[in-house]
Every structure is written in structure tokens, then in C-alpha cells.
């Protein structure tokens, strides 16, 4: 089992900076991938961008340029650095879990809003 707690979501103003963080515990050895996802109002949760253990990354277009997503192996954390916030990044964002035996663990979630 592992367990994820985010922290880091807010209110800001369209051109600023939010840092989201997660921590993982329990079974971090089992952790492949970990990564962020979001969900806005009406919409199918997407990727914002991902980490795997040995370093590569992934960002979604919408993202690329503005995030960047960091990870730290021995602290079992990740964090998502967005710049250049926009409304349209408004949503709830998750913390994600992808261990070596294919089980994904989720966060609860923490809320980003972006106002114009």
C-alpha cells in the first residue's frame, strides 16, 4: 500500500506561481511512476505531467513550458512547479502512484484556482 498527501493548492491570480508537493508513504519502493494529475468541473481527469524513478519525464502539452514537475527519490516526494498560471489550469489536482506491479494510488486532491 502506499499513501499520498498533497499539499499546496490555492487561490491566484492568472500570471502567478503555485508549487503543489506530495509525499508518499508506506510501499515507496513499489513506485515506478509518480506523477500529477487534475480534474476540472465537467471534465474527465487528465495528466499534467509525470516523473519516473530513473528521471525521465512527461508533461502534457497544455503544460509544457509553465510546469515542472521534480521528484526526490530518497524523500519519496514530487512536486509540480506552475508558472504563468492560467483560468483554464483551474482544477482539482492528484497526486499519483504508479507502482512496478501496474496498482495506481491516488491522493485525495487539492484545489487549484486560477481567476482572471
Known amino acids: 500500500q502506499v499513501q499520498l498527501v498533497e499539499s499546496g493548492g490555492g487561490l491566484v491570480q492568472a500570471g502567478g506561481s503555485l508549487r503543489l508537493s506530495c509525499a508518499a508513504s508506506?510501499?515507496?519502493?513499489?513506485?515506478?511512476?509518480m506523477g500529477w494529475y487534475r480534474q476540472a468541473p465537467g471534465k474527465q481527469r487528465e495528466l499534467v505531467a509525470t516523473?519516473?524513478?530513473?528521471?525521465?519525464?512527461n508533461y502534457a502539452d497544455s503544460v509544457k513550458g509553465r510546469f515542472t514537475i521534480s521528484r526526490d527519490n530518497a524523500k519519496n516526494t514530487v512536486s509540480l512547479q506552475m508558472n504563468s498560471l492560467r483560468p483554464e489550469d483551474t482544477a482539482v489536482y492528484y497526486c499519483?502512484?504508479?507502482?512496478?506491479?501496474?496498482?495506481?494510488?491516488w491522493g485525495k486532491g487539492t484545489l487549484v484556482t486560477v481567476s482572471s
Open positions: 516523473a519516473r524513478r530513473g528521471g525521465d519525464t
Open positions: 508506506g510501499s515507496t519502493f513499489s513506485i515506478n511512476v
Open positions: 499519483n502512484a504508479h507502482t512496478y506491479q501496474l496498482v495506481d494510488y
